[in-house]
């Protein structure tokens, strides 16, 4: 079975830290990686997406994603409060139909003031 | 521009009833997907619309359920009779092209009793 495992936190981290979000994969030939952010009571937000072996930047948003070790992570420079959420890594399911991810259960972020 | 919406936002029912979730996806959008989240669990996929057909429906857990889009516009999924194990948040997400960024609805929050 195809399974992405997070850890489920709460991950703490103090304002202006960097919070490093991990994420692993089950699936070799998966080719397409997924960051979502979802505040409580809200819908799950794409932040994040990554295709290639290295890093990604976005802003305050740097994924990172290593095929070899079946390994993508999600660092946030200079954390705010507003990053407060649960963080869901997802991965596309390659032998399924295009949108058919694969969701960790999350990793819950609380940055304090 | 009007994100997806879900009707209703919350639902109680009594295990045996039936409940219709509503999902209505941004205007255009070919793509409909319903996604679900069993409390402690994470979010799984269960079916993929590309307009009014059934792309992908390997997600779906058994034969109580059922999901339409007729017109292609708005999609409905049905649950009946309900049990206990439905309870969970249904989502749904729709996108322009197969592939590409997903937008996810609110959820409709099931409870059966």
Redesign the interface.
């Known amino acids: 079975q195809k399974e992405v495992e997070q850890n489920s936190g709460p991950l703490s981290v103090p304002e202006g830290a960097i919070a490093s979000l991990n994420c692993t994969y089950s699936d070799r030939v998966s080719q397409s990686f997924f960051w979502y952010r979802q505040y409580s009571g809200k819908s799950p937000e794409l932040i994040m997406s990554i295709y290639s072996n290295g890093d990604k930047e976005d802003g305050r948003f740097t994924a990172q994603l290593n095929k070899a070790s079946q390994y993508v992570s999600l660092l946030i420079r200079d954390s705010q409060p507003s990053d407060s959420a649960t963080y869901l890594c997802a991965v596309a399911d390659y032998g399924g139909s295009q949108g058919n991810l694969i969701f960790g259960k999350g990793t819950k972020l609380s940055v304090k003031p | 521009e009007a ?2 919406t879900q009707f209703p936002s919350h639902s109680v029912i009594e295990k045996g009833q039936t409940v219709t979730l509503r999902c209505d996806p941004i205007s255009g959008h070919d ?1 409909l ?1 319903w ?1 679900r989240r069993v409390m ?6 269960l079916l ?1 619309f590309v307009k009014e057909s059934k ?2 429906e ?2 779906m857990p058994n034969n109580r359920f059922l999901a339409e889009r007729t017109g292609g516009t708005y999609s409905t999924l049905k649950v009946q009779p309900a049990e206990l194990e439905d309870s969970g948040v249904y ?1 749904c ?1 729709s ?1 322009q092209s ?2 590409t ?7 409709t929050q099931l409870s059966v009793l």
């Open positions: 994100g997806v793509n997907y996604y402690g669990k994470e979010i799984k996929f993929h792309q992908d390997s997600g989502f997400a996108s197969a592939g960024k997903l937008f996810f609805g609110s959820g």
